[in-house]
Structures are given as structure tokens and as C-alpha cells.
């Protein structure tokens, strides 16, 4: 079974605190995602990983960078953490696709609250 | 640009009482069409896909349909642990990164 890994359930953190949100995956990925999921907003994408230190911007990029030196890796960071970022964060990863569809699986997601 | 709509936003069921949940999309050319469950404070968890229009694929009580336009997830005779919010995500041919559009999903109640 694909595992996807997040380091915390949950995090309290303080305004302008950095943050970093740790996401493993188990199953030789390529493409690793980050989302943040907010009532009545859905899923949105903030930046995706299609390679080792290769990145792209999502639709919500704002206040965010992110990392991926391992292929295995994904982290996401909160440069100055500020309450409008309190949200769960979920990380996924998926098989870049070939002929076919490639399904994305999500770890268990990180609820941040910013105070 | 690509788009899902997940309709209703909110279904509440009693136990045993059949519904279906639609999921329309827009893409220029669908590689995939996938379906979530995602319980309260969990990450989503992986259902279906579906690639052509006339699949169907069936688990449990659940069975997922693709048309051109639309994806109908029915649910037979549901349980209470069906409740769940599910989402609908699509694949666009033209993506060569793998990149998913989400609906925003529909929370299923059931109730005894």
C-alpha cells in the first residue's frame, strides 16, 4: 500500500514564527503535492514537486515555499506564519503519467492553527 | 480552464435510501477521473478512477459512472459509516506533470 507521511496531526504555532511541514512518501513517486483545505473552499493546490528540486507554483503560492531535495521529500514552509495560514494542510503524492491516469494519495493532513 | 462542480453540495440520506452525487466537469481531454472519501480531520482516501466514457467501476455499495460531460457516484442502500464528504478530481490529457482539479465535494450524511 502507498503510504504518505505527515510529520504532525497538529501544530500551534505564533505569528512570524517560520513553519515547515514535513510530507514522506513510500512508493518512489515522482510528483509530490501540498494542498490547503478550508470550509467551503475545497482543495486548493499551493505548489507541486515533479522532481527532485524541480517545483511549480499552484493557484495559492502566496506565503509559502517549498523544498524538495530527496525524491522521497516534500516539505512545505511558512516563511512568516500569520493567521489567515490556520488551515489543514495535505500533502499527496502521485506516479508522473504515462499512457494512463496516475491517482494521487494523500497523507492524513496537518491541522495548523496560527495564533 | 479546467473545471469540476460537484452537486449537491450537502445529501443527507436515510439508511437504506439509494441517491447518486454527479460530479460535471470541463477539460480538454480527460486522462482520469477520480473519487475520494474523506472522513472528518483525515486526508482523502482513494476510491475510483474511471478513463472513458461507459466505465463503471464498483466497490461495496458505491459504484462510479463516466459520461462526456459527467461522473455519477450511486450509492445503494447506504450505512451510517458511509458518511463522508467525497470528491471528485479530474486529469486533463494535455497535463504531462499529473496535475488534479478538485470539486469541492459532497457531504453525505446518513442517518439510522
Known amino acids: 500500500d502507498v503510504k504518505v507521511t505527515q510529520s504532525s496531526r497538529y501544530l500551534v504555532k505564533r505569528t512570524g514564527e517560520k513553519v515547515f511541514l514535513e510530507c514522506v512518501q513510500d512508493?518512489?513517486?515522482?510528483?509530490m503535492f501540498w494542498y490547503r483545505q478550508d470550509p467551503g473552499l475545497g482543495l486548493r493546490l499551493i505548489y507541486f514537486s515533479y522532481d527532485v528540486k524541480m517545483k511549480e507554483k499552484g493557484d495559492i503560492p502566496e506565503g509559502y515555499s517549498v523544498s524538495r531535495e530527496k525524491k522521497e521529500r516534500f516539505s512545505l514552509i511558512l516563511e512568516s506564519a500569520s493567521t489567515n495560514q490556520t488551515s489543514m494542510y495535505l500533502c499527496?503524492?502521485?506516479?508522473?503519467?504515462?499512457?494512463?491516469?496516475?491517482?494521487?494519495?494523500f497523507g492524513q493532513g496537518t491541522r495548523l492553527t496560527v495564533v | 480552464e479546467d473545471q469540476v462542480t460537484q452537486s449537491p453540495e450537502a445529501l443527507r440520506l436515510q439508511e437504506g435510501e439509494s441517491s447518486s452525487l454527479n460530479c460535471s466537469y470541463t477539460?480538454?481531454?480527460?486522462?482520469?477521473l477520480f473519487w475520494y472519501r474523506q472522513d472528518p480531520g483525515k486526508g482523502p482516501e482513494f476510491l475510483f478512477t474511471l478513463y472513458s466514457a461507459g466505465e463503471e467501476k464498483e466497490k461495496e455499495r458505491l459504484k462510479a459512472t463516466l459520461t462526456k460531460k459527467e461522473s455519477f457516484l450511486h450509492i445503494t442502500a447506504p450505512k451510517p459509516e458511509d458518511s463522508a464528504t467525497y470528491l471528485c478530481?479530474?486529469?486533463?490529457?494535455?497535463?504531462?506533470?499529473?496535475?488534479?482539479?478538485f470539486g469541492r465535494g459532497t457531504q453525505l450524511t446518513v442517518w439510522p
Open positions: 478530481a479530474v486529469q486533463a490529457m494535455g497535463s504531462t506533470l499529473g496535475r488534479l482539479y
Open positions: 477539460v480538454s481531454g480527460l486522462r482520469g
Open positions: 499527496a503524492s502521485s506516479r508522473r503519467p504515462g499512457q494512463g491516469a496516475s491517482e494521487a494519495f
Open positions: 512508493m518512489d513517486h515522482e510528483n
